[in-house]
């Protein structure tokens, strides 16, 4: 997959997002695809030829392979960064619409303009950009519960005993630097953490200045009426 056209997609969503939504644009790409390109890929490339286990009973490996890795970390976690990084786009798309739709407006009413800035969240744009939060801290979550789910947590046993047919019997199975992918097993369960906490972060910041502009205005009509009894 071509990350790179994803980023420069995805780095127009930096003028319309918060600093909160910056730190997680820059913590997506700097820790999680950066890492995820250059290292972790190459960590997990050997995933299934260097499982080993001490039988020479055909089948038996691929067997307790498929036992314990039913799903690739590497495959699970190129899902997870697209998922996640989806939603940006939502609000992309959203913008777009309502540049066109200001475009069409101004050639029909002679110069006047729809919306004064297409990109200022309002109205519909800032129930799109708060739904993208929600989706891109479910994703995140979700997926770092499907990974803690399928393999019982986050670490990675040095060895591994099966006993699935065909195996003679119980087996013992290794797999190749475990101390290293469990590393990076770890950075990248932290790394979705640390985002999904910025998205929280953006969330309450983004309904709390919601609040308060609606609380201001309210205050500012209630003296304007106040003004106009008095």
Known sequence: MNWGALEALLSGVNKYSTVFGRVWLSMVFVFRV?????????????????????TAQPGCTNVCYD???????????ALQLIFVTCPSLIIVGHVKYREMKDLKYTTTHE???????????RGGLWWTYLVSLIFKASFDAGFLYILYHIYEGYDLPRLSKC???????????YISRPTEKKIFTLFMVVSS???????????????FKRIKKLIKKKIDADRRAFADTS
């Open 67 to 77: 036992y314990f890795f039913p799903i690739s970390h590497i495959r699970l976690w």
């Open 34 to 54: 950066l890492v995820f390109v250059v290292a972790a890929q190459r960590v997990w490339g050997d995933e299934s030829k260097d499982f080993v286990c001490n």
């Open 163 to 173: 006993s699935l047919e065909p195996c003679p019997n119980t087996v013992d199975c």
């Open 193 to 207: 953490a640390v985002c999904i906490l910025m998205c929280i972060c953006e969330m309450v910041y983004f309904i």
């Open 111 to 121: 110069g006047k303009h729809l919306y004064a800035n297409p990109g200022k969240k």
